[in-house]
T-cell receptor, first 112, second 117 residues
Framework: LAKTTQPISMDSYEGQEVNITCSHN???????ITWYQQFPSQGPRFIIQ???TKVTNEVASLFIPADRKSSTLSLPRVSLSDTAVYYC?????????????FGAGTRLFVKA | SAVISQKPSRDICQRGTSLTIQCQVD?????MFWYRQQPGQSLTLIAT?????????ESGFVIDKFPISRPNLTFSTLTVSNMSPEDSSIYLC??????????????FGPGTRLTVL
C-alpha cells in the first residue's frame, strides 16, 4: 500500500474554501485515491474517490494531477459542522482482498 | 448504504476479563473488518472477518487475544480477551461489498467504547 502524507491539522473560518493536500509519491498504477471524514464519536464516512483528473460530488471535489503523486480534497464554503478529521487513503480497490488502511489524517478546525 | 449496529455501545470492564462485541449489518456484505481507535489517534486494522473460516489478522494482533467469529454475511463478533488497561479503546466494525451499492465504499459502525480498569 502506498504511504500517504497529510498536514496534521488545519484551521479555517466559516464560508471559506478549504483545500487539504495529500502526498502519495509511491502510488501504483491500479491504485485509487479515497477520502474519508470522521466526526468525534462516530465512525469514518466515505466522502469521495478518484483515479485521475477531477471528481466532484455534492460534498467535495477531488483534484488529481497527471502524475497522481498527490491529490487535493476541496471543501467549498465550510461550516462549523465540517470540523472533523479527514483521511486520505490509496489502494487498489479492484483487488478482492483490498484493505482500507488509515494514515494519521488531517484535523480540520472551522471557526466562526 | 449500510446500517451497522454494534453492541454494546460502551462498557467498563475489569482487567483479566473478556468482552464480546457484536456487529450487525442490515444487508449481506462480502467483507467485514474490525478496527481499533485509541483516543486522538487514527484507526488501526485488527483483522478481516471471513465468513465460514478463520479471520485474517494484521501484524501485532493474534487470534488468542482477539478471537473473531463470522457465522453469516450480516453478523460478526470480536472478543477482547484477558483485558488490560492498554486495551481501552474504541472498537469499530466496518463492511464493504456484497449487497451494498458501491463496492468501493466502506461503511463503519458507531463503535464500541471500551474502558478497562
Amino acid at each position: 500500500l502506498a504511504k500517504t502524507t497529510q498536514p496534521i491539522s488545519m484551521d479555517s473560518y466559516e464560508g471559506q474554501e478549504v483545500n487539504i493536500t495529500c502526498s502519495h509519491n509511491n502510488i501504483a498504477t491500479n491504485d485509487y485515491i479515497t477520502w474519508y471524514q470522521q466526526f468525534p464519536s462516530q465512525g469514518p464516512r466515505f466522502i469521495i474517490q478518484g483515479y485521475k483528473t477531477k471528481v466532484t460530488n455534492e460534498v467535495a471535489s477531488l483534484f488529481i494531477p497527471a502524475d497522481r503523486k498527490s491529490s487535493t480534497l476541496s471543501l467549498p464554503r465550510v461550516s462549523l459542522s465540517d470540523t472533523a478529521v479527514y483521511y486520505c487513503l490509496v489502494g487498489d480497490i479492484g483487488t478482492g482482498g483490498f484493505k482500507t488502511i488509515f494514515g494519521a489524517g488531517t484535523r480540520l478546525f472551522v471557526k466562526a | 448504504s449500510a446500517v451497522i449496529s454494534q453492541k454494546p455501545s460502551r462498557d467498563i470492564c475489569q482487567r483479566g476479563t473478556s468482552l464480546t462485541i457484536q456487529c450487525q449489518v442490515d444487508s449481506q456484505v462480502t467483507m467485514m473488518f474490525w478496527y481499533r481507535q485509541q483516543p486522538g489517534q487514527s484507526l488501526t486494522l485488527i483483522a478481516t472477518a471471513n465468513q465460514g473460516s478463520e479471520a485474517t489478522y494484521e501484524s501485532g494482533f493474534v487470534i488468542d487475544k482477539f478471537p473473531i467469529s463470522r457465522p453469516n454475511l450480516t453478523f460478526s463478533t470480536l472478543t477482547v480477551s484477558n483485558m488490560s488497561p492498554e486495551d481501552s479503546s474504541i472498537y469499530l466494525c466496518s463492511v464493504r461489498g456484497g449487497g451494498l451499492a458501491s463496492y468501493n465504499e466502506q461503511f463503519f459502525g458507531p463503535g464500541t467504547r471500551l474502558t478497562v480498569l
